[in-house]
Structure formats: structure tokens, C-alpha cells
């Protein structure tokens, strides 16, 4: 069975900083790309990043400068550290496997940027 756990997010204050993590189970970590998505309420999903399975990144112009995506493979984990959190960062943050055709979710963390 597969699993995508996302951890870390919550509330914070604009200019703050948040850690995400994903821990994936049941696949083979290492040959997934892995991303990272989210949406705001009243909003489509989107992209926010991405790493390949051989390290190389991607991100949003959004975000680009702000978030780094990380992923370790030994603990079958991807992370995103967020950092000059604005309130337009608000949304549900989903974690994303993919490989070929085949795709996988996360169940979300909520991510609230408000003073």
C-alpha cells in the first residue's frame, strides 16, 4: 500500500518559516520524482516544486528564491522549507510521487500565513 504523509504544516505569521515533510512508504523512493504541490481555497491546484529522482529542482516563479525542495533518500523523504512565508502562501500543500505513468498523493498539510 502507498502512502504519502505530509507533516509540518500550520500556522504562521507573514516573514516566518516552515519545514514540510513527506514521508512516502510502499514504493521504491529512490526512483520517484517528487513534488510538491498546493491549493488555495477557490483555487486550482499548482505546481509549487519539484525534484527529480536524480536531484535536479524546479520551482514556481511564485516561490522561486523563498522555498527549497530537499529529498533524502535513505529516509524515503522529500521536504520543503518555506521561508518569507507571505499571506498569498496560504493554501493546502500536497506532496506528489511520479514515475511513468504512474502518480501518487498525499492527503495534504494546511499551510496558514496571517498575522
Known amino acids: 500500500q502507498v502512502q504519502l504523509v505530509e507533516t509540518g504544516g500550520g500556522l504562521v505569521q507573514p516573514g516566518g518559516s516552515l519545514r514540510l515533510s513527506c514521508a512516502a512508504s510502499?514504493?521504491?523512493?529512490?526512483?520517484?520524482?517528487m513534488g510538491w504541490y498546493r491549493q488555495a481555497p477557490g483555487k486550482q491546484r499548482e505546481l509549487v516544486a519539484t525534484?527529480?529522482?536524480?536531484?535536479?529542482?524546479n520551482y514556481s516563479d511564485s516561490v522561486k528564491g523563498r522555498f527549497t525542495i530537499s529529498r533524502d533518500n535513505a529516509k524515503n523523504t522529500v521536504y520543503l522549507q518555506t521561508n518569507s512565508l507571505k499571506p498569498e502562501d496560504t493554501a493546502v500543500y500536497y506532496c506528489?510521487?511520479?514515475?511513468?505513468?504512474?502518480?501518487?498523493w498525499g492527503q495534504g498539510t494546511q499551510v496558514t500565513v496571517s498575522s
Open positions: 510502499g514504493i521504491i523512493f529512490s526512483i520517484y520524482h
Open positions: 525534484i527529480t529522482r536524480g536531484g535536479t529542482t
Open positions: 506528489n510521487a511520479w514515475s511513468g505513468t504512474v502518480n501518487y
